[in-house]
T-cell receptor, first 116, second 115 residues
Framework: EAGVAQSPRYKIIEKRQSVAFWCNPISGHATLYWYQQILGQGPKLLIQFQNNGVVDDSQLPKDRFSAERLKGVDSTLKIQPAKLEDSAVYLC??????????????FGEGSRLTVL | DQQVKQNSPSLSVQEGRISILNCDYTNSMFDYFLWYKKYPAEGPTFLISISSIKDKNEDGRFTVFLNKSAKHLSLHIVPSQPGDSAVYFCAAGEYSGGGADGLTFGKGTHLIIQP
């Protein structure tokens, strides 16, 4: 079974530029999450989708971040304009969408963003 | 307000000995707790979990203990092996609407296994 796919793995941009990250979850997983992990911190939830609807975006900085999951499968996270403090690893995760024994989320390898 | 806390940024343990990683939480509504392991340049991978209605779960060398009254959980690794060197994240979550909400993570503990 293929895991969660993310691209690009690495991106370097200058502040005020824009960037987009793509995620393809595990086949059949209804729930998709975007997390931000700043160096030395734990992952922080930015947005959660259930199919193509937003369940929780309370921690998404909506003045510069946006995310969509139009067909309920893959998803794009965009930052525009980027700030220095956006430098982080952006992790995508998915889960089956119904109650499981473990509550496990399956993570991709992440997209590392450096803002200069 | 940090709901999940890992107060030890790093831990060094000799190979073959027991590693004990600790985690505290503040939200009594959490339904389950997980430990994730992360190697550099990779995403977190699931290690072991425990439901809030249990106090112990064991899987091979890994055991997680939950003390609900103290809002504390710990991960025991016995015996520790060099491949266990990684960052370990404690995470917690709630069930709602039939599905799993996003997890809340601690800051992680860097475990170093010394030969």
């Amino acid at each position: 079974e293929a895991g969660v796919a993310q691209s690009p793995r690495y991106k370097i941009i200058e502040k005020r530029q824009s960037v987009a990250f793509w995620c393809n979850p595990i086949s059949g997983h209804a729930t998709l999450y975007w997390y931000q992990q700043i160096l030395g911190q734990g992952p922080k939830l930015l947005i959660q989708f259930q199919n193509n609807g937003v369940v929780d975006d309370s921690q998404l900085p909506k003045d510069r971040f946006s995310a969509e999951r139009l067909k309920g499968v893959d998803s794009t996270l965009k930052i525009q304009p980027a700030k220095l403090e956006d430098s982080a690893v952006y992790l995508c995760a998915s889960s089956p969408g119904q109650q499981t024994n473990t509550g496990e989320l399956f993570f991709g390898e992440g997209s590392r963003l450096t803002v200069l | 307000d940090q709901q999940v806390k890992q107060n030890s940024p790093s831990l060094s343990v000799q190979e073959g000995r027991i590693s004990i990683l600790n985690c505290d939480y503040t939200n009594s509504m959490f339904d389950y707790f997980l430990w994730y392991k992360k190697y550099p340049a990779e995403g977190p991978t699931f290690l072991i979990s425990i439901s809030s209605i249990k106090d112990k779960n064991e899987d091979g060398r890994f055991t997680v203990f939950l003390n609900k009254s103290a809002k504390h959980l710990s991960l025991h690794i016995v015996p520790s092996q060099p491949g266990d060197s990684a960052v370990y994240f404690c995470a917690a979550g709630e069930y709602s609407g039939g599905g799993a909400d996003g997890l809340t993570f601690g800051k992680g503990t860097h475990l170093i296994i010394q030969p």
